[in-house]
DNA sequence: GGCTTTACTTTGATTAGTCAAAATAAAACT
DNA sequence: AGTTTTATTTTGACTAATCAAAGTAAAGCC
């Protein structure tokens, strides 16, 4: 069995991959497991021994074949722990992260497969993210944000691209949960400000760029 | 936070020393913990420093209060993982205890009080074993086992103090599950063997001394 | 084209946990 | 009491993962 290092490094590298099969620079690697540069460099050249990546001296690193099936594998634990915590313990959704962090190199394929099925085999976790199935197999669907998609319609949130506890409290409290409906009014570039409204709230709510490109929206039927 | 390895020494301490506080021998420990004595004797004396052992050397090992208080705690996620897993993902009571292994170091406080919650608050866990409740007490009474009870009396099996699998599946296969009534109809210690009848079974099972003491059994009421 | 910045790699050291094997203390036999 | 056995401790070495700091390659910039 992998380490739960290995798993992380293998985790992070998909994530910053953006599903295509791009180099991830070192750098950026680095930082997004909060370790030194050094340290990537030497636990990739590691990882690359073993079979589980690519690695491009100076330029980058990108998952192989079996680095990819484990790595999706451990998003699919992360994102079903997350689920379970929300639907049937009940937790704050913007809580759940860091449990699932753990959890997700303690549990065994078998025990989450009966998770998955007591859970009714979901499809996305409760941030909107896609959980991958047991083949590996995710759904990448493209969304737009509400930073970038068209103002004219009302709109549907699908999905929060961002982890920390403090965004996601904020959205929770102004209702930009997955599945909400909303409509842009006003987008600033200048401003770098997006101005919205939720159906059924009475206030607008005023959000900036950066936040609103973490939101992830479809077209909502009209007039459901 | 004590990492795993600290918190697996601090379990099997306090398990080898069976409530009371007696100095557990360093040779016992390592073979419980399956490593090397030597190794044991580092990471006691590493304990120690720490405050959470004391170490007599040559002697053995007893817990501190704070080594029992984080022992207790390690023991209770352990038991109530596996009642999760038994009660509400179905999975045989032969298998979780590995499963837990590996959870109860994964698992934070607030899941696991979710989980203790979610459970009904359960006072042992599928084996029969207490679990230590949040306040670390743990209810210790003293049962019989089926090599040294009376032999006249309907008996109620209450626990099944083994974790192997093998064993366990043994047991279930026999209904020797917690809850059992059972009665003895004979017991030779020259022969090493214990013959009983389990309530509304046909055939008498013959158990060695060993298997049986391994089975606590408490005095069924009569004639429920 | 040469200088500077930035990104990455190397090197040497550290910590946690482990083993193998030699050394020692205590207990158990004659 | 002296010797043997057994349990424990010490010593030296190893692996995984990390950091700090020095070194190097590649871009970017006059």
Redesign the interface.
Known sequence: MATSTVENYLKHILLLSEGGDALVPMGLLAESLDVVPGTVTTMVKSLADGGLVHHRPRQGVRLTESGSRLALGVLRKHRLVETF?VN????DWS?VHA?AE??E????N??LD??DA?LGHPAVDPHGDPIPSRQGKISSQVYATLATCSMAKPLRVVRVTEQSPEFLQFAEQNGLLPGAVIRITDRSLTAGLVTLKRNGAKLLLALSLAAAGRILVEPAPQRA
Request: aromatic fraction near 0%; glycine fraction near 0%; charged fraction near 20%.
């Open positions: 915590l049937v313990l009940k937790m809580a449990e753990q959890l190199h303690a549990i065994s078998d025990v009966r998770l007591l």
